[in-house]
């Protein structure tokens, strides 16, 4: 090594020549200039190896063109796609990022990509959905169109969970309503002639208002009811409304008006005397809020003006501190119904336990009626010793909902007594065994392949009916090599699908989720083991 050392000269620079004379000093030059040349030239190279770039396309999912200025995000680099969708990153570090794809008009999209580090660019096709729309009038039953009705976009599904989106308008002095930037999926379109008392399921607008009553017919007094596109009052005869994506659909709502009847009936406490009590009439429909209201008075109770259908009746009151509740059905058939009785119960409490202790900290569990508003759920509450309990529940029909991860564990049962009630109805009443839910180690897998992948979304479906919901379907995509895979499944049989596109809505749709398990692939795991499957790509059923 060459080493400078000594007196320094002006500046504090190292005089070197001065005490090792200038052919040593020229010698040392000689020898640290070429290798600090070499140095400087290979960093830069070293960076390149040390990085990866990624290259792509950006199209749109209906007519498949290239999206010109669309915003492409990864890590802390953005770029703009050209006129052709095409777009360009270098310089990202090697492993797994997460790329963001945003335009005007399509739905954000999402995607992990892994980078490697070297010469050749890794590929990233995408494509984004365009926004759909929903849009047309209300007319009354002669054709005259009919200002400020609300109208509610629902998901065509069975309700059987605790969350529902709903899309909401008023229509304008024309008659008119619109929805905007709506996903792809099925929906319904119904319009709300009277704003409901308690405010509907996303509140009734100040625009929103009273229709005027139509003319009575035949003698017999008529109301408007709430109405389903085209014309029917009735949910399940409801026309559906796809969405594909980009499509733009027109949907005139014709209000229907019928006669109407009363209900009439008593309320009892729980020790079956009458008691003056709050009542409410609403439909049997998930997440339906009341239609009216009414008082009893020593127990009777009367709804003057009510549509043919099925009704449920709900009171409460109040009794010694005690918050009473009760509720039964009222099924209404083109006369007037007395006699309606409804008892009510007051709440007991019940205590629950997760398997094993020690893993359940974070576990909550739900009860969610199935013959009562979705308003009488009960929660599981911790106490200060760290035990569950429901402190809160109305005798009637349950089904029990869990929400937990727990690393490498899976939901085993829900047991009542020796009775395993996962993904049935229970009915619950006071005195009866704890809810006692069971996690096992050892989880299942399921991992595979997608031929010609593309962006195809996988869908594993249990094979028991009974736990068709949010909990135990899976859905994922499959990565730039067609791989995928689920972790973390409960043993049993599933069918294991990769579809083209894949419909929110339609995994809570009993005649759409038996469709795509006749189009499945069957899948056993079982407990601790992993399994493998081929998938080819298929269309989501229409």
């Not at 990866?52 to 200025?69: C, D, K, L, M, Y």
């Not at 998930?286 to 009704?311: I, K, N, Y």
């Not at 009866?432 to 979304?457: D, L, Q």
Request: glycine share 12%; proline share 7%; charged share 20%.
């Amino acid at each position: 090594m060459c080493r400078a050392g000594g007196r320094k000269g002006a500046g504090g620079a190292p005089a070197a020549a001065l005490f090792f004379g200038g052919p040593f000093v020229m010698l040392c030059l000689m020898l640290i200039g070429p290798i600090s040349l070499i140095f400087v030239v290979l960093l830069p190279a070293a960076v390149a190896q040390e990085t990866g770039s990624v290259e792509g396309r950006v199209a749109s999912s209906t007519a498949h063109t290239g999206i010109g200025g669309v915003t492409v995000s990864v890590a802390s680099q953005r770029a703009t796609t050209d006129p052709s969708g095409t777009f360009h990153f270098t310089g990202l570090p090697p492993g797994n990022h997460t790329f963001s794809f945003e335009a005007s008009g399509f739905f954000k999209l999402e995607t992990k990509l892994r980078v490697d580090s070297g010469i050749t660019a890794a590929h990233l096709d995408i494509e984004l959905i365009p926004h759909s729309s929903i849009s047309g009038r209300v007319l009354d039953e002669e054709g005259n169109s009919v200002a400020g009705v609300r109208v509610e976009i629902t998901q065509a599904v069975r309700g059987t969970g605790t969350t529902w989106s709903v899309w909401g308008d008023v229509t304008d002095s024309e008659g008119r309503y619109r929805m905007d930037a709506m996903p792809t999926g099925t929906y319904l379109a119904m319009a709300r002639p009277n704003p409901r008392i308690l405010g509907g399921l996303a509140g009734n607008p100040p625009k929103a208002r009273a229709v005027q009553p139509p003319k009575a017919r035949d003698g017999e007094q008529r109301t408007w009811v709430r109405t389903y596109f085209p014309s029917v009052s009735d949910r399940s005869q409801a026309a559906r409304l796809v969405l594909r994506g980009g499509t733009q659909l027109g949907a005139d709502i014709r209000l229907l008006a019928v006669p109407v009847y009363a209900i009439r009936g008593m309320i009892y406490d729980d020790g079956g005397k009458p008691v003056n009590a709050s009542v409410s009439l609403a439909a049997p429909e998930a997440l339906e809020m009341p239609e009216a209201q009414a008082q009893a008075h020593d127990g009777a109770f009367e709804f003057p003006q009510v549509p043919s259908g099925e009704w449920r009746v709900m009171a409460e009151a109040d009794s010694g501190g005690r918050k009473l509740r009760g509720w039964g059905p009222a099924l209404l058939n083109r006369h007037d119904m007395e006699n309606v009785t409804v008892r009510l119960a007051a709440p007991f409490a019940l205590p629950a336990m997760v398997e094993p202790r020690e893993l359940g900290e974070s576990a909550a569990i739900e009860l969610y009626p199935t013959d009562a508003p979705a308003s009488l759920a009960a929660f599981s509450k911790r106490g200060a010793d760290g035990t569950l309990q429901f402190p809160a529940i109305y005798p009637g029909r349950y089904r029990v909902n869990v929400y937990a991860t727990i690393p490498d564990h899976y939901l085993d049962s829900v047991r009542i007594g020796e009775q395993d009630v996962l993904g049935k109805e229970v009915m619950f009443a006071e005195g009866m065994p704890a809810v006692r839910v069971v996690f096992k180690p050892n989880s299942a897998r399921v991992r595979g392949t997608v031929e010609n992948c593309g962006g195809a979304s996988i869908l594993l479906l249990p094979e028991d009916e009974g736990l068709w919901d949010f909990r135990f379907i899976r859905r994922g995509s499959c990565d730039s090599s067609g791989h995928f895979e689920f972790g973390g499944l409960r043993p049993g049989n599933y069918y294991a699908l990769a579809l083209d596109r894949l419909e929110s809505t339609g995994l809570d749709d009993l005649s759409t989720l038996r469709r795509l398990a006749s189009m499945g692939a069957q899948v056993p795991v079982d407990s601790g083991r992993s399994a493998y499957v081929e998938l080819k790509l298929a269309h989501w059923p229409e």
